[in-house]
């Protein structure tokens, strides 16, 4: 199974911020990469499939990058909507491997 | 409106059996592959399981191969979660999810429904 490895877990930040998550994949995965949105008590939210495409209706501040192992989820300005846990998760083979998730904290 | 709803969490004892519903509406349940995606208590997503829109092809994750099954109705815009032999690490929420346009990602998500396994 290929493994996904999130960094860093968690951090704290400020509004209007520009933050980065970083994910790895234990094997090339080329652009089979998708990130989620996860707020307390609620279902993942879809942000950005095929590693940097943005989903409907979620907002420009979000981008994505990378192919092969590496991977990037940026969030320009930092709104207080996105303090929230972030999960990157490959499609490239199955199992469909999620990361750890990065939790991203008021400062 | 595009929604799934999930169903058929409960508690059960270590070794017992439960299946779970996903009722969909909004969209062409058929078209779509779907999965099963769980979450234990304060962990992170696991993905369970996949079947395609035609129910051709299925996928499981290790943890649950062999104990668990999969499966749709597309006439009744459903999709299943049979789980035999619980055991407590089985305990999560369970949500079901659309995989979206060309399987770019999980597109669509339920409100979850919770499993706990315990005596």
């Known amino acids: 199974a290929i493994r996904m490895t999130q960094s860093p877990s968690s951090f704290s930040a400020s509004t209007g911020d520009r933050v980065t998550i970083t994910c790895r994949a234990s094997?090339?995965?080329?652009?089979?990469l998708a990130w989620y949105q996860q707020k307390p008590g609620k279902a993942p939210k879809l942000l950005i499939y095929a590693a940097s495409t943005l989903q409907s209706g979620v907002p420009s501040r979000f981008s994505g990058s990378g192919s092969g192992t590496d991977f990037t989820l940026t969030i320009s300005c930092l709104q207080s909507e996105d303090f929230a846990t972030y999960y990157c998760q490959q499609y490239y083979s199955y199992p469909h491997t999620f990361g750890g998730g990065t939790k991203v904290e008021i400062k | 409106e595009v929604q799934l709803v999930e169903s058929g969490g409960g508690l059960v004892k270590p070794g017992g059996s439960l299946r779970l519903s996903c009722a969909a509406s909004g969209f062409t349940f058929s078209s779509y592959s779907m999965n099963w995606v769980r979450q234990a208590p304060g962990k992170g997503l696991e993905w369970v399981s996949s079947i395609s829109s035609s129910s051709s092809y299925i996928y499981y994750a290790d943890s649950v191969k062999g104990r668990f099954t999969i499966s749709r109705d597309n006439a009744k815009n459903s999709l299943y979660l049979q789980m035999n032999s619980l055991r407590a690490e089985d305990t999560a929420v369970y949500y079901c999810?659309?995989?979206?346009?060309?399987?770019?990602?999980?597109?669509?998500w339920g409100q979850g429904t919770t499993v706990t396994v315990s005596s």
């Open positions: 094997q090339g995965i080329s652009s089979y």
């Open positions: 999810a659309r995989l979206g346009v060309r399987d770019n990602g999980m597109d669509v």
